[in-house]
Nanobody
Framework: QVQLVESGGGLVQAGGSLRLSCVAS?????????MGWYRQAPGKQRELVAQ??????NYADSVKGRFTISRDNAKNTLYLQMNSLKPEDTAKYYC????????WGQGTQVTVSS
């Protein structure tokens, strides 16, 4: 069973930065090119933030130029670097990976104050 554990969330002022990490229990990140980050704000649907899909990297329009997704297969870790944070980025952030099945982490809370 694959386990994903996110960390790096917290409270930050608008304009600040955070880096989220998602560590997998095994070497799944080196076995697939389908992984990414979603977020969900209270009362809203879960939305895609950034993802690797095969040979492409996709970002939500709202985070383009501010967020960067990256991976370190040797460390079994997926990252999300978030810069120039805005209050509307406040949400719980979840990582996922897809290899025959989709696996999700438990989420990490990001709160951006104005």
């Amino acid at each position: 069973q694959v386990q994903l554990v996110e960390s790096g969330g917290g409270l930050v002022q608008a304009g600040g930065s955070l880096r989220l990490s998602c560590v997998a229990s095994g070497t799944i990140f080196s076995s697939t090119n389908y992984m990414g980050w979603y977020r969900q704000a209270p009362g809203k649907q879960r939305e895609l933030v950034a993802q690797f899909t095969h040979d492409f990297t996709n970002y939500a329009d709202s985070v383009k130029g501010r967020f960067t997704i990256s991976r370190d297969n040797a460390k079994n870790t997926l990252y999300l670097q978030m810069n120039s944070l805005k209050p509307e980025d406040t949400a719980k952030y979840y990582c996922y990976v897809f290899l025959r099945s989709q696996y999700w982490g438990q989420g990490t809370q990001v709160t951006v104050s104005s």
